[in-house]
Each structure stands twice: as C-alpha cells, then as structure tokens.
C-alpha cells in the first residue's frame, strides 16, 4: 500500500450489513467514483470483523469506527484522504 493510499476494510457480516453497511458500500463506491480516487482508497470487504453488537463496522488505516451511517464514512473519508 502507497503511503498516500488509504485503507478501507468494510464488514459484510449478516449483522453489519443489516445494520447499514449496505448502504455505507455504496456511499464509498459513489464518493470514490466522483472524486476519482480509486487509485488512491484501497477498498476491502470482510466476511465477519467480530464487532456484531455495534455494527456497521469499518476501518479506515487501521482505526475502527462504529454505528456509523452514509454522512459519517465520507466525512471520515474527506478527513483521511487531505
């Protein structure tokens, strides 16, 4: 991974994905599409990030973030990516 590249691990888990996730997906797909960035947002989906009970579950570089919702994921994409 380039150091300018950040690294986005969404949970795809049953849980997470009923709780929103779905839509988080198609928010950072949009947001990378329109910024053309896709050379810059490394995009990886997991079967279960074991964070069930306060899903949906992303981590952008490494730090986690929770109950989150479309605003919150390309607000932290925005920050992560100046």
């Given at each position: 991974m380039?150091?300018?590249t950040v690294k986005v691990e969404l949970c795809m888990g049953s849980s997470?994905?009923?709780r929103g996730n779905s839509s988080?997906?198609?928010a950072i797909e949009n947001?990378?599409?329109e910024n053309d960035l896709s050379d810059r947002?490394?995009?990886e989906g997991h079967l279960c990030l074991g964070r069930c009970n306060s899903g949906p579950?992303?981590?952008i570089n490494g730090k986690e973030y929770s109950a989150l919702?479309?605003?919150c994921i390309v607000?932290?994409?925005k920050k992560e990516l100046e």
């Open positions: 380039a150091d300018n997470c994905f009923a988080i997906l198609s947001y990378i599409s947002v490394e995009l579950h992303v981590a919702d479309e605003d607000d932290l994409l």
